[in-house]
């Protein structure tokens, strides 16, 4: 009879059926194409380290510092072994339980009581050796479904950590770019400070001359001054910049190494995809249907409670007075047995468990379209923001040019006595802003395209992730 209870309750497991929906991907309503295309765009671009592109090794190895550092990502990694083993607790209730008890015991009885005790042998004692057994029959699929929702949680914090590594890749790039940004712009300033300081030196002495008034020497001053004063607030917004970017490398607040100057960085290339391609590429976005599948198992795990639950328990062992007869045939005990639980009356407990589990999975259904919806939105904005500011660029550029000449003949004007100063100061202010300007729209183009790298997602995510020095965690061990 021993042998046949599990034969029995493994034909009853493996014909048992699962209760609750079986999940199928919902309906999405996606666009054909882009509302924003580029006819420029490069399909293979997306699937590599596209920050490699910018042929600056400063950048690639500040990349790789971040990736093996960041204590965000270490988080997110620890995140994933919990959840595995979440899973691997959830998956051992499908199988069979078993543990061994071994036990000693002396005791000694009342020679004063109603019994009569051989005062001679009233000590004595009792040794045990057990093993016990249970095991839960899974007929309706309570435990299968448990175990699915437990494996779909475990691939989305799998999925979020990748996810967590295309947002760092593109926020430490992009934090590199708005460093080199800040740098230029202090170069931009110290040139055009040494430039205002001397002409405010020499307007100064001709002013104690008495060759040049007042209001000219004031106009100069002016100018120096704002040079001057833009300084500072440039050299607190770079230091500001490293301690961020430190941080995001999981180092302390320190300054940070450069490579190539902003003019040098070479830009990417605009990488191609369809819209469908985005539930496949964009981590965030399986991570949101995995959390659908976990949800949607969820609800036959809780309609199982509804049914019975059987249960079979057992024990072998032996037990005996004396030691040495411990392992001989009369002392050996046994029992096995099966219980039924039925629920009989819940109060609507089990009724509200179901309940509460439709309504997760109508937040995830909800939570997983807002995520397509999204990422399609992060993708158009990215293409017309980049397009945009490439003419943009071009226009500041031009503006530039215009207002170095304009510069160039007002100094020419003023020294053959043609205008006065103010027209000078003119376009020295108007020459410092437009530079500014248009470094600002350099960097803003290579943010554009960062954004537009991280919004289609890819395969460039396994190029960064080779350069982890852990061993990355399979998605494939959530069916091991």
């Known amino acids: 009879m021993l042998r046949r209870v599990p034969a029995l309750a493994l034909v009853l497991s493996l014909s048992a059926c699962m209760l609750g929906p079986d999940y199928r991907r919902p309906e999405l309503d996606m666009p054909k194409q882009w509302r924003f295309p580029d006819a420029d765009a490069v399909q293979v671009a997306a699937d590599t380290a596209w920050w490699e592109q910018f042929n600056d090794p400063a950048l690639n190895q500040l990349i790789a510092t971040a990736l093996r550092g960041n204590q965000d990502l270490r988080a997110a990694t620890g995140r994933v072994e919990e959840f595995m083993g979440r899973l691997r607790v959830t998956r051992a209730a499908m199988f069979p339980q078993a543990d061994a008890a071994a036990s000693q015991a002396r005791e000694r009885r009342t020679e004063a009581g109603t019994t009569t005790v051989n005062p001679g042998r009233n000590a004595s004692e009792i040794h045990t050796l057990v093993l016990n057994a249970g095991w839960e029959i899974d007929l309706w699929g309570k435990l299968r479904r448990a175990t699915e929702a437990a494996r779909a ?14 947002s760092l890749v593109a926020t430490v790039a992009a934090a590199y770019v708005d460093l080199r940004e800040l740098d230029r712009q202090l170069e931009i300033a110290g040139d055009t ?84 391609d985005l539930l496949e590429r964009r981590y965030d976005i399986r991570e949101a249907e995995q959390v659908l599948v976990a949800a949607n198992a969820r609800i036959g795990a809780a309609r199982a409670l509804y049914f019975p639950a059987i249960t079979l328990t057992g024990f072998l062992g032996t037990s005996s007075k004396d030691l040495s007869d411990l392992f001989m045939s009369p002392s050996r005990i046994w029992n096995y047995a099966g219980t039924v639980t039925v629920p009989v009356f819940t109060a609507g407990a089990i009724a509200g468990t179901v309940q509460a589990t439709e309504g997760v999975r109508v937040q995830a259904l909800a939570g997983y379209r807002k995520a397509i919806q999204n990422a399609f ?56 802003e437009a530079q500014l300007a248009y470094v600002r729209a350099q960097a803003g183009l290579m943010r554009s395209l960062i954004s537009l790298y991280k919004a289609m997602g890819g395969g460039w995510v396994v190029a960064a992730e080779a350069r982890v020095p852990e061993p990355p965690i ?3 061990q959530a069916d091991g």
């Open 474 to 476: 399979a998605q494939k």
């Open 193 to 276: 400070l040494k430039r205002r300081e001397e002409s405010y030196r020499i307007y100064e002495r001709r002013h104690r001359a008495g060759i040049v008034p007042r209001l000219e020497l004031d106009g100069v001053k002016s100018q120096y001054e704002a040079a001057r004063a833009s300084i500072p607030l440039i050299e607190k917004l770079i230091a500001q910049q490293e301690n961020a970017l430190s941080v995001l490398l999981g180092d302390n607040p320190g300054p940070i190494p450069r490579g190539r100057n902003i003019d040098d960085l070479t830009l990417p290339e605009v990488p191609a995809a369809i819209p469908s």
């Open 377 to 432: 939105r992060e993708v158009d904005d990215a293409l017309v923001d980049q397009a945009k500011t490439r003419v943009q660029l071009e226009a500041q550029r031009l503006q530039v040019e215009s207002l170095a000449s304009y510069n160039r003949l007002a100094r020419s004007r003023y020294r053959s006595g043609y205008t006065s100063y103010l027209e000078v100061l003119d376009s020295e202010r108007s020459l410092f």
């Open 153 to 166: 949680e475990l691939l989305a914090t799998e999925d979020a950590r990748l996810a967590l590594m295309q």
